[in-house]
Structures are given as structure tokens and as C-alpha cells.
């Protein structure tokens, strides 16, 4: 089984501040995705931001946006101009398209605080 | 859509009851995952099915553990006996087949049952 590590079981950010938060993955693959997920206390589970591994260019949405360093087995998410909605669980992902479990590895999540 | 809809959203339960928890994946999603989240594990896996089949359930921690899909829009989760440790939240996922040979990748989450056994 693959596996995702966060290395960051907690984390704060001063309001309008930016923040980045910590993901590395073991694999052997060469063509994967690797996902952020994000679980406010409401704990709906909340796509934020996808990477294809053939991609060089990393990933943006709005204020959120990833550092993905292949060789390195590296995703990172950085997130600017802090809200206090950014408030919540942040859970790293890895899907491989030759797994034919079809399955998802998740990290065991960051908490990340913002504070006012 | 409506979404992946679980129910119930939360339970309370004595030890050595029997759980049922529901599941409505998607219309037309062919994968479904069952997931356990807890504070010292995080995300579990437990078990999921492709077409209705449930195809690794390795995840399943014992045989008080079971699942079921009876067909393509419903999920049951089943404990009996229930026990505190099992006290955690349990998510449902669906996802698409693969298309066009493309892998179409996005998870879909339910918003969980928060399980209590007391």
C-alpha cells in the first residue's frame, strides 16, 4: 500500500497571513494524483486542490495553491491570505490510476488553528 | 445531486447493541468506500465495493464488522455486537468508474455518522 505523510499534526496562522502545510507520499508509480481535502467542524470532507503527477505546473485555486515536488515525493498546500473559515482538518490524498482497488491513501491530517 | 447522503448523522448506542449505518452513493458512481475516522488513526479504510461487489475488505477490524450493497444506490455498514472502541465517525464515499480511459478521480464524501457506544 502507498502511503501519505503529514508531519504536522498541528498548525496555526495569524488572519490574512499564509501558511503552508507539509505532505510526502511513498510510491512507486509514475502517474498519479495527489488531492487536499479539507474538514471544517461541519465534517463534510471538502476537495480543495488536485495535482496530476504529469504535470509540472502546480496546481492554484484562488488562495490556495501547492508546491509539488516530484522527485522529492512532495505536496505541499499554501494557503494565502488566511480566513477564518480556513479554519479546519486538512487531510493530504494519494489515488493512483494503477490501482485497480480505485483506492485513496489518505495522511493522518493537520489541524490547522487561525487565529483572529 | 444530491450528494453521497449517510444516515443517520449521529448514534448513540449501548454496548452489545446492533448499529446500522446507511448509505446512497451517488447515481451512476460504481465505486463505494466505508471509512473510519477517529483522533489516533485518522482516515480507515474498511471495505469498499466496485458494481455492487465488495472487492477488499481487509480493512474490516473483525467479524462484528459487515457490509452490504444490495444494489447500486444503497449501503449498509453493520456492528453487531458493538462495542466502545468502535465509538468513532464512519464515512461513505462514492466515485466514478473510469472513463475514456481516463481516470476520472474525484472522491465524493457523505457528511459521516458520528457513532457513540457507551
Known amino acids: 500500500a502507498q502511503t501519505v505523510t503529514q508531519s504536522q499534526p498541528e498548525m496555526s496562522v495569524q488572519e490574512a497571513e499564509t501558511v503552508t502545510l507539509s505532505c510526502t507520499y511513498d510510491?512507486?508509480?509514475?502517474?498519479?494524483?495527489l488531492f487536499w481535502y479539507k474538514q471544517p467542524p461541519s465534517r463534510q470532507m471538502i476537495l480543495v486542490i488536485r495535482?496530476?503527477?504529469?504535470?509540472?505546473q502546480n496546481a492554484t485555486e484562488n488562495r490556495f495553491s501547492v508546491n509539488f515536488q516530484k522527485a522529492a515525493k512532495s505536496f505541499s498546500l499554501k494557503i494565502s491570505d488566511s480566513q477564518l473559515g480556513d479554519a479546519a482538518m486538512y487531510f493530504c490524498a494519494y489515488r493512483s490510476p494503477s490501482d485497480p482497488g480505485n483506492q485513496f491513501y489518505f495522511g493522518t491530517g493537520t489541524s490547522l488553528t487561525v487565529i483572529p | 445531486d444530491a450528494g453521497v447522503i449517510q444516515s443517520p448523522r449521529h448514534e448513540v448506542t449501548e454496548m452489545g447493541q446492533e448499529v446500522t449505518l446507511r448509505c446512497k452513493p451517488i447515481s451512476g458512481h460504481d465505486y463505494l468506500f466505508w471509512y473510519r475516522q477517529t483522533m489516533m488513526r485518522g482516515l480507515e479504510l474498511l471495505i469498499y465495493?466496485?458494481?455492487?461487489?465488495?472487492?477488499?475488505d481487509s480493512g474490516m477490524p473483525e467479524d462484528r464488522f459487515s457490509a452490504k450493497m444490495p444494489n447500486a444506490s444503497f449501503s449498509t455498514l453493520k456492528i453487531q455486537p458493538s462495542e466502545p472502541r468502535d465509538s468513532a465517525v464512519y464515512f461513505c464515499?462514492?466515485?466514478?468508474?473510469?472513463?475514456?480511459?481516463?481516470?476520472?478521480?474525484?472522491?465524493?464524501f457523505g457528511s459521516g455518522t458520528q457513532l457513540s457506544v457507551l
Open positions: 465495493f466496485n458494481n455492487n461487489v465488495p472487492i477488499d
Open positions: 495535482q496530476e503527477a504529469y504535470k509540472q
Open positions: 464515499a462514492s466515485s466514478p468508474r473510469r472513463s475514456r480511459g481516463l481516470l476520472y478521480e474525484k472522491l465524493f
Open positions: 510510491t512507486s508509480e509514475s502517474d498519479y494524483y
